[in-house]
């Protein structure tokens, strides 16, 4: 009955390798975000996505590409990864755009390493 | 370019004892400030929020404090329990244009010795 899940939790690859995390939310939330934590512990919005509709895309560099199949679905496909996007990603979402209702639940995070 | 800061990264408390936590921002667009709390190999949970029009929001043990004018926001925890042993963040909403984004601190691992 998780809420918010991601696959893999655990996730090594080597540089110039393409791979996707995927994220599902089960509790009929509208917008769903990718946030990257990095190795300074920031954690920063890199996209957002409401009713499939892309809505923020941060200043993300174009080899991460978002895709929201549905309302409860949104995975994230990184091309020709790079030692820096080695991170934990997690996966959020929200009933609404963040205006109204604010709280977000986040997935338990998948750590990206780069090698 | 660091908008919201915590800038202490760990702090210990004894059980019982008040825990304070603190966050500092430079926006003062920001509107809606919030606390999470995260435990290890986890992602965060919301706990308590605060619209910048008050000062003051209480939940249980958890109250949160807002200073518009020094921009800043405090997390009171009483009595601290081990069981709030956690890294907590708190995050400010930005909006832009109709689009609403949350900033996160750092985080401060708050430790609670039994």
């Known amino acids: 009955d998780t809420a918010v899940s991601q696959t893999p939790k655990y996730l090594v690859t080597q540089m110039g390798n393409d791979k996707s995390i995927k994220c599902e939310q089960n509790l009929g939330h509208d917008t769903m975000y990718w946030y990257k934590q990095d190795s300074k512990k920031f954690l920063k919005i890199m996209f957002s996505y409401n009713n499939k509709e892309l809505i923020i895309n941060e200043t993300v560099p174009n080899r991460f590409s978002p895709k929201s199949p549905d309302k409860a679905h949104l995975n994230l496909h990184i091309n020709s990864l790079e030692l820096g996007d080695s991170a934990v990603y997690f996966c959020a979402s929200s009933q609404g755009t963040g205006g109204l209702t604010y709280e977000q639940y986040f997935g338990p995070g998948t750590r990206l390493t780069v090698t | 370019d660091q908008q919201v800061k915590q800038n202490s990264p760990s702090l210990s408390v004894q059980e019982g004892r008040i825990s304070i936590l603190n966050c500092d921002y430079t926006n003062s667009m920001f509107d809606y400030f919030l606390w999470y709390k995260k435990y290890p190999a986890e992602g965060p949970t919301f706990l308590i929020s605060?619209?910048?029009?008050?000062d003051k929001n209480e939940d249980g043990r958890f109250t949160v404090f807002l200073n518009k004018s020094a921009k800043h926001l405090s997390l009171h925890i009483v009595p601290s329990q081990p069981g709030d042993s956690a890294v907590y963040f708190c995050a400010a909403r930005s909006t832009t244009s109709g689009t609403y984004k949350y900033i996160f601190g750092t985080g401060t691992r708050l430790k609670v010795l039994a």
């Open positions: 605060i619209s910048s029009i008050k």
